[in-house]
């Protein structure tokens, strides 16, 4: 009994409307004159009721089966989508970097038809991991014509500047030594004031450059900015190479000469492809005979003052 109490007690309310709906069928079974018991139809009315419940239960529990089986397929479309996208971000930066290539590579011939100078396109394809500015390695040697002491030049951001010159060739590839290096010396021409000097690199990791033995009476013509060249005196670079701008100016009272502080006009942080050239015999011989410190100098195809 104890049993029975426990389980109407919370189910009250459906056991009153089951009694209630029996007791509403029995009514109406009497109420018609004649008093006609049919064990089945009353049945099937009570249970009828019933089977709306069970149709709407059995609806609720397929479409939750399907909604997970569906749920599957989303997860693994999803994937595949992710999968999709991360290819097409690959192929994306791809494309960027093969325009940018592109674009370069474009430049770099555009200017290599510019020289006058026997040439040889080579990239770079190694630096000194101890010393960014230390030494260069190309992919170009002997087989294609290199030798020691070559001059290497480069175009970068409108300008053609000087890079440095060959030190060790092999047959297949050769080590540059840049003029960033403090053991690289150069016969540097302001390109304004027309004065020279001499440049080697400073030794320093911004890779600045030093200008010294420029005439004191030249301290009130240097302009910070101005653009340094290569003279071509007695050297083995060619004549109107850019090799850097005037970025300080050091004049002692006691020396007789200034000191300048040069900025190279190549970044060789961001160097990939260099151009080794040698001078025409013609421009050897005239180099050989010395020039004038006020003679014209030829600016360099690409680069303006």
């Known amino acids: 009994m104890a049993r029975i109490h426990g389980y109407l007690a919370p189910h009250r309310t459906g056991v009153t409307f089951v009694c209630l709906l029996i007791v509403s069928f029995l ?118 014509g290199i030798a020691k002491d070559m001059s290497v030049v480069a175009y970068q951001d409108g300008f053609q500047g000087l890079v440095g010159k060959i030190l060790v060739v092999s047959a297949n590839s050769s080590i540059v030594l840049p003029i960033t290096d403090p053991n690289c010396y150069v016969a540097g021409r302001l390109q304004s004031s027309r004065f020279d000097g001499l440049v080697s690199g400073a030794g320093s990791g911004a890779g600045d450059l030093n200008m010294s033995f420029v005439q004191k009476r030249a301290r ?54 260099v151009f080794v050239v040698k001078k025409p015999a013609d421009e050897q011989d005239q180099s050989a005979g010395g020039e004038s410190s006020s003679g014209p100098a030829t600016p360099p195809v690409g680069a303006g003052d």
Request: aromatic share 8%; net charge negative.
């Open 27 to 144: 009514l109406l079974a009497f109420s018609s004159g004649r008093v006609v018991l049919k064990p089945k139809e009353i049945g099937l009315s009570i249970f009828s009721v019933f089977e709306g419940g069970f149709t709407g239960l059995g609806s609720f529990l397929s479409r939750t089966v399907n909604s997970v089986g569906e749920l599957k397929r989303l997860r693994v479309q999803y994937a595949q989508l992710e999968n999709q996208i991360s290819d097409l971000e690959t192929v994306e930066r791809d494309v960027a970097e093969l325009r940018a290539e592109n674009q370069l590579l474009r430049e770099q011939l555009g200017f290599a038809q510019t020289l006058s100078y026997t040439h040889i396109a080579a990239e770079v394809i190694g630096k000194d991991p101890g010393n960014l500015f230390s030494t260069i390695v190309i992919n170009k040697g002997s087989r294609q």
């Open 220 to 273: 009130d013509l240097i302009q910070y900015g101005d653009l340094v060249i290569t003279s071509g005196m007695n050297s083995i670079y060619p004549k109107g190479i850019y090799i850097g701008r005037v970025r300080d100016i050091a004049a002692k009272a006691w020396e007789t000469s200034l000191e300048l502080k040069i900025e190279p006009v190549i970044d060789f942080s961001r160097l990939e492809y």
